[in-house]
């Protein structure tokens, strides 16, 4: 069975610093989003990483896979209140299966 | 992208009562959809993926009999709670995959308040 773990779980950091939210998952996959949900919305797909070594860069957002250690990233650089969400990271096992997700980060951006 | 829609987008309903929640892709022919559950400050859970003109596949702990899923045409999909309780409250999501690798697009999703 496939489980993902992201860390932290929660987060509150100030603007302007840099902060890492990590994805761990336990089998091969080399298919990882990372998606935005805000209160009582649905989910804002950030990034789609296909590739051992893909990084994408959206804004202050970065994302990285590494699909030998089994881990992604999220990379936040000078944070800004206006990205207080919750982030998810999602596994895809093989093309076109459906989602496995994590437990999510919350991350607050305080003044 | 592929846009989704939902409705109801929020619903409130009596214990014992059924309740339907329609999927549509409004631009794009989807074969499957996928229908989430979000309970507050939790995660997603896949609750099953509905395939057009055949049986929704259910995950594991998923009561097919209970949760009732109709993918008849290429845009609709639907999910009908059956007889809800007030733990089926939660946020209900469908999700439609793109054309791309990779792609998956996610409806508005619709909350459900069983009293």
């Known amino acids: 069975e496939l489980k993902v773990e992201q860390n932290p779980l929660f987060l509150s950091m100030q603007e302007g610093k840099n902060y890492t939210i990590y994805c761990n998952y336990s089998?091969?996959?080399?298919?990882l989003y990372w998606y935005r949900q805000d209160p009582g919305k649905s989910l804002e797909s950030l990034f789609v990483?296909?590739?051992?070594?893909a990084v994408k860069q959206e804004g202050r957002l970065m994302a990285s896979l590494d699909t030998k250690a089994r881990l992604s990233t999220l990379h936040i650089t000078a944070a800004v209140h206006d990205l207080s969400a919750t982030y998810f990271c999602?596994?895809?096992?093989?093309?076109?299966?459906?989602?496995?997700f994590g437990e999510g980060t919350q991350l607050t951006v305080n003044p | 992208g592929a846009v989704v829609s939902q409705h109801p987008s929020r619903v409130i309903c009596k214990s014992g009562t059924s309740v339907k929640i329609e999927c549509r892709s409004l631009d794009f022919q989807a074969t499957t959809m996928f229908w989430y559950r979000q309970f507050p400050k939790k995660s997603l859970m896949l609750m099953a993926t509905s395939n057009e003109g055949s049986k929704a596949t259910y995950e594991q702990g998923v009561e097919k009999d209970k949760f009732l899923i109709n993918h008849a045409s290429l845009t609709l999909s639907t999910l009908t709670v059956t007889s809800a309780h007030p733990e089926d409250s939660s946020f209900y999501i469908c999700s439609v995959g793109g054309r791309m690798v990779g792609e998956q697009f996610f409806g508005p999703g619709t909350r459900l308040t069983v009293l």
């Open positions: 999602a596994v895809e096992e093989t093309s076109g299966s459906r989602l496995t």
């Open positions: 089998t091969t996959s080399d298919r």
């Open positions: 990483l296909l590739s051992n070594g």
